[in-house]
């Protein structure tokens, strides 16, 4: 994995101890002997990860970590602590400050090369999601990301035994905000209705290893892919360590773990699987603004043709008919010329209700501009499609629309009606509904017109 690492560091055998090996692993690198230069250096070139001594000759490593948490420029960048202080306190300091990881010298070179492969994951995850959501807001498909808001997560403890579980909930209860349960592992798996936001969970279970056989488990489903892990290791397992960095544990810790550590830990990996929820969130409803008319709620001709194309396919392959039916409200100019806009536009969402309630969960309907509308019926035939029109045109004509400003409008629907399958090229269809919609209107409107092709 490539990358750029920036090192702040002011004992110069350090960086070129800590500089070659990254080189070896094809990581490019920049090096600080200060932390006012650090500071500089993130700000101008944003690297993609930061290697920051707690020692420093001007300002130590906490307070070069909070003002690159401050800037949005680099809140998002990881660093990770590598010191030879022994202070315990030094730890729980840089953790609060933001410090994505805190390492003693010397440092384990595959357990620092894993931790790193495993932040630069999650950044370039953060990073390509936070693009994309960028990309929708402008195109107006998505609102602002809000900031963390700080809810109560669930944390799931998953302990080689039930007693074990509830000590290690009742070692973290006073130092976390969050809340603290205990599954057994089979309910972990199978979570019910309240999803874990993270889970703790022992390297060691009934077998050696079952911790991350379980955490691979987890990452395989739906409901928990996305849940942050943190694996919980019997000591001197620093290979295992960075085992399980690399199938997808947020964060590693050895046991007899501090509680105060670990809750600030969970913390750090709350934010930031909230924030990857919440990108995916946005992405989500980009996409579905996308294909989805802003007025109506119904699908739009960039969704409605490529379905329609493999609603064709389909019928082709399993020999079945399908319908395919243009709508076009009688005279609706009218509307707009006689009560506005606003009433034309009521006249639609009305319509787009009316039609909805009347078709099958099967069925598409979508708006294609202005009046149009398209509806296409998987798996139907001629008699049965007819009479979903006649039905339509029935609905719409029944009972007039209120209109917001008081008052009604009466309106009426014509159809053209084709029916598609075989091997017929699906834009003929098109074709075809589009031709009996005009004789449709032609005829005197509110009525529906089949295709002569699709009649004979």
Wanted: hydrophobic fraction near 45%.
């Amino acid at each position: 994995m490539s990358g750029r690492i920036l090192i702040i560091d002011d004992v110069a055998t350090s960086r070129i101890v800590l500089r070659t090996r990254l080189q070896a692993c094809c990581y490019r690198v920049m090096e600080a002997a200060c932390g006012a230069a650090g500071l500089r250096l993130a700000r101008e070139h944003a690297p993609d990860a930061i290697l920051l001594d707690l020692d420093l000759p001007d300002l130590d490593g906490i307070s070069v970590c909070r003002p690159l948490r401050a800037d949005p420029a680099t809140r998002m960048i990881p660093v990770v602590m590598v010191t030879g202080n022994p202070d315990p306190g030094a730890r729980l300091r840089a953790l609060a400050a933001g410090v994505d990881d805190f390492m003693p010298r010397p440092v384990d070179e595959p357990l620092l090369l894993a931790r790193l492969r495993s932040l630069l994951r999650a950044r370039e995850t953060e990073a390509e999601l936070s693009l994309r959501e960028t990309t929708g807001r402008a195109l107006g498909f998505a609102e602002e990301v809000p900031a963390f808001d700080g809810r109560r997560a669930v944390i799931a403890v998953v302990a080689p035994e039930p007693e074990a579980a509830r000590a290690w909930q009742a070692a973290l209860a006073p130092h976390s905000a969050h809340r603290i349960t205990v599954p057994g592992r089979a309910e972990a798996v199978f979570c019910g209705a309240v999803v874990p936001d993270a889970f703790v969970l022992a390297a060691d279970l009934a077998r050696p290893g079952d911790g991350l056989r379980l955490m691979s488990d987890l990452r395989c489903r739906t409901a928990t892919r996305h849940a942050a892990m943190c694996i919980v290791l019997p000591e001197g397992q620093a290979e295992l360590a960075a085992m399980a960095l690399d199938l997808g544990a947020g964060e590693v810790v050895t046991a007899p773990f501090d509680p105060r550590e670990l809750a600030l830990r969970l913390d750090a990996l709350v934010r930031r699987k909230r924030l990857g929820d919440r990108l995916r969130a946005s992405l989500r409803d980009g996409m579905r603004q996308a294909v989805r008319d802003p007025l109506t709620g119904l699908h739009n001709r960039r969704y409605m043709l490529p379905h329609l194309a493999r609603i064709a396919e389909r019928a082709g392959q399993t020999g079945a008919r399908y319908a395919v039916m243009a709508l076009d409200l009688d005279r609706f100019k009218t509307v707009n010329d006689r009560w506005g806009h606003g009433a034309g536009d009521a006249v639609l969402v009305e319509l787009a209700r009316r039609l909805t309630d009347n078709m099958r969960a099967v069925d598409l309907l979508a708006r294609m501009g202005g009046e149009e509308f398209l509806v296409a019926l998987p798996d139907t035939g001629l008699a049965e499609a007819q009479a979903v029109a006649e039905r339509l045109c029935r609905v719409v004509e029944e009972q007039p629309v209120p209109l917001p400003t008081g008052g009604t409008a009466s309106v009426t629907l014509s159809i053209g009606l084709a029916i598609g399958g075989g091997a017929r090229p699906v834009g003929e269809v098109l074709d075809q509904a589009d031709q009996a919609l005009l004789l449709a209107k032609a005829a005197g409107r509110n009525q529906v017109t089949v295709h002569q092709m699709t009649a004979a």
